[in-house]
């Protein structure tokens, strides 16, 4: 009976009738509706919460997940080793980001527009204060796959995103970096703001393969600087 119950749950989450964010009846209330014991919807809700379908947040009650059935980690990229997974997470950007703001230029409506704009406002405020947040560009990345209108897109950038931020140290990035790829940023979002698929498309990659250019120049300029303190050492006794 508590699978019934989580099928139900689901249908509805599936037909929009529970929306991400939204709070289910109390446990109470769930027994009376279903006409079953308590354990039972307990068990129904466990499963649920264990696929990422819903939260429980105590003292407030049960919500809908965010991205529901969406996994911290699904394609298990926290699992491969750091100095591969960054080259790989570049390249598949490379190929999957320029035609996701391709959808999105054709695709966005004016509440997407807005909510690009903030987060390129956000990026602003950022280097006008010489400071340094990784996040803040890539939440300008995960509005645009939300703008793509594609249900697929809309959940395999945000575990990208989340992968990059736990696998590249923030202080590798520098006030400069944001400067140079909020230039870059703005030159997405007005391909996008005119509806512009092919624009948008050319902005994305040319972004994307000056950043990963910068990585590369930094990479280099860390491994020199190994290098030349290795060489600079004194000798060890007996070396």
Do not use: C, W
């Not at 049960?62 to 298990?76: C, R, S, Y």
């Not at 950007?93 to 956000?122: Q, Y």
């Amino acid at each position: 009976m508590s699978h019934e119950v989580a099928d139900h749950i689901m249908m509805l989450i599936q037909e929009r009738r529970l929306k991400p964010g939204d709070k289910l009846p109390s446990e109470v209330q769930l027994t009376q509706l279903f006409g079953l014991s308590r354990p039972t919807i307990r068990e129904a809700i466990r499963s649920l919460v264990s696929r990422n379908v819903l939260k429980v947040e105590h003292g407030r009650g049960t919500f809908v997940a965010d991205n529901p059935g969406v996994e911290t980690d699904p394609l298990g990229l926290n699992q491969l080793p750091a100095e591969a997974l960054k080259p790989s997470l570049l390249e598949a950007r490379l190929i999957i980001e320029p035609g996701v703001a391709r959808l999105a230029a054709a695709n966005a409506d004016s509440g997407d527009i807005e909510a690009i704009r903030t987060h390129l406002a956000d990026m602003q405020q950022i280097v006008d204060e010489g400071k340094v947040s990784m996040s803040v560009e890539l939440e300008f990345h995960r509005s645009i796959a939300q703008a793509s209108k594609n249900a697929v897109i809309m959940r395999i950038i945000p575990i990208i995103m989340d992968s990059i931020i736990r696998t590249y140290d923030s202080a590798r990035r520098t006030s400069r970096d944001h400067g140079a790829a909020l230039e870059e940023h703005y030159a997405i979002f007005e391909a996008i703001r005119r509806g512009d698929p092919a624009g948008a498309e050319n902005a994305m990659r040319n972004h994307l393969e000056r950043s990963r250019a910068r990585s590369a120049a930094k990479q280099r300029n860390a491994s020199d600087t190994v290098d030349e303190r290795a060489a600079n050492a004194p000798a060890t006794l007996g070396g």
